[in-house]
């Protein structure tokens, strides 16, 4: 079998959108029968919530869709790992800023894997806006279903455009 294809969601703390990106995103690579095809991870750019399960407000929305992300833990996204992403899709601008601090705002080693969420959510290509996933922590639960939609509807998007870009 070739090799999997590896993609990362990525935001501030990995409690609230980049665990529904994983858990979203695997969800449909599932039920497109591509599981064995994948690698699938979330992370956060700080270690605020370090060993920590997802934020209630993101289970809950999860859960009401038919996905547990209970079994997941937030952990920091280091700089060592850079390498084993094709597919680094961070939640919001300041995600990003934060990601290409680690190669000292060198976007080369970044080239072509580096993208937001929202970059796919209307468009296959991933040429979208530019705008960040709305941080939903400390909200009401509105902000959890909000986050929900735009993370599934770019999820859907970006998942088109990997079948595209690899023949599958
Ligand atoms: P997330 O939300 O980045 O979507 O996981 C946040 C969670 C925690 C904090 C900020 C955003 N925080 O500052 O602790």
Redesign the pocket.
């Known amino acids: 079998m070739s090799q999997p294809i590896r993609v990362v969601f990525v935001?501030?703390?990995?409690?609230?959108?980049?665990p529904l990106g994983e858990g979203i995103f695997r969800h449909l690579v599932e039920e497109a029968g591509f599981a064995h095809q994948f690698v699938i991870d979330s992370a956060?750019t700080s270690a605020?919530?370090a060993g920590e399960a997802p934020d209630p407000g993101s289970i809950r929305v999860a859960r009401n869709k038919g996905i547990d992300i209970t079994a997941q833990r937030s952990r920091q996204f280091k700089r060592d790992e850079l390498d084993r992403w094709e597919y680094i899709v961070a939640?919001d601008p300041a995600n990003r800023r934060n990601i290409l601090r680690l190669v000292d705002n060198d976007p080369e080693p970044l080239r072509g894997k580096l993208w937001l969420m929202r970059n796919f959510e209307h468009e296959e290509d991933g040429s979208g806006h530019d705008e960040g996933v709305p941080?939903p922590?400390g909200g009401g639960p509105r902000g959890f279903e909000d986050v929900y939609a735009i993370v599934e509807r770019s999820c859907v998007n970006l998942l088109k455009s990997i079948r595209q870009a690899r023949g599958l």
């Open positions: 935001c501030l703390g990995n409690i609230c959108r980049s956060g605020y919530h939640m941080d922590w």
